[in-house]
């Protein structure tokens, strides 16, 4: 019996023969690049993850603080832009005025004198 | 307060004193006509708002931004409505009429009407007076080839209005000496 379970040990320990290339295998995997296999085991993992979570309210913040302030520069440009328009419709808007106001003046002056040529003892 | 009555009297009455108060700003349509028609189209719209936002951007070194500033401080609206076109006669009289109508009512003066029988122009310039300030000015001037309505609602200053047509190369207009001629 034992003699018999001691020839199946053997049959089944005996030593083989690698094949040809468990030794390219071998040294492939021994001169791996770590930084290939490493981050597969953080993003699996849960340190990698938290230690990135406690950045996520200073980007909110910092997004929040980004996106107020450039509402608040287009806010002021637009003020601008209106406020410029606004002055340029003025200015036109007297510019019409005087120059109808102009051409009043200049009727008018016209038949004074004429009616001066016409009457010259009034 | 005392005199509750008073009070609700005087609530009840406001919509119809503000009704009865003269109206210095005139209904001024589009023209969307004349627009199509028109070579240049000039439609100024300046609410009391559009004052103040323009009266920021005038620059008070300036001597004509601040003389127009100076003008613009009283002022509750300014109203321009002008078309210019490339051939005679493009609009009609009712254009015209259609707000000449809106200065029969009581509280306008008309303080020049000019017409030139040389350049077929007209230029009638009315004024709103309220106890003896001017608180509205009407400029309508037909020409062959132009047509243009101001309508100037607020405290006009006609000292600050000498001094407005000193400015944009205009000469000054002696208002008091050139009551119109008919």
Request: hydrophobic share 45%.
């Amino acid at each position: 019996m034992s003699q018999d379970l001691e020839s199946q040990l053997r049959a089944a320990l005996r030593p083989i023969a690698p094949s040809a290339t468990f030794e390219k295998r071998l040294i492939a995997c021994v001169t791996d690049d770590p930084q290939h296999s490493q981050p597969k085991a953080n993003r699996v993992g849960g340190a990698g993850w938290r230690s990135r979570a406690r950045w996520l309210p200073v980007a909110a913040a910092a997004c929040v603080l980004i996106g107020v302030g450039l509402q608040n520069r287009l806010q002021v440009r637009r003020e601008r832009e209106n406020g410029l328009e606004a002055r340029r419709q003025v200015v036109e808007a007297l510019r019409v005025t005087s120059q109808k106001l102009d051409l009043a003046y200049e009727i008018v002056k016209s038949q004074s004198s004429s009616f001066t040529d016409e009457n010259p003892g009034v | 307060m005392k005199h509750p009555r008073l009070k609700i009297l005087l609530a009840l009455l406001a919509p119809a004193l503000a009704w009865a108060a003269p109206n210095p700003r005139l209904v001024l349509p589009d023209f969307p006509a004349l627009v199509q028609k028109a070579t240049q189209a000039v439609t100024i719209t300046l609410d009391p708002a559009l004052l103040s936002l323009a009266a920021r951007f005038l620059d008070g070194n300036d001597p004509q931004d601040a003389a127009t500033r100076e003008i613009i401080k009283g002022l509750q609206g300014i109203y321009v409505r002008s078309y210019t076109f490339d051939r005679d006669s493009a609009y009609s009289q009712e254009d015209i009429d259609a707000v000449r109508k809106q200065l029969a009512a009581p509280g306008w003066n008309r303080l020049v009407e000019t017409h030139s029988k040389k350049t077929h122009a007209n230029v009638d310039i009315y004024i709103m007076l309220d106890d003896n300030k001017a608180i509205g000015l009407a400029v309508i001037a037909s020409e062959a080839r132009q047509f243009t309505i101001v309508n100037i609602v607020g405290a006009i200053d006609l000292e600050k209005l000498h001094k407005l047509e000193g400015q944009f190369g205009v000469p000054k207009l002696d208002l008091d000496a050139s009551k119109a001629p008919h």
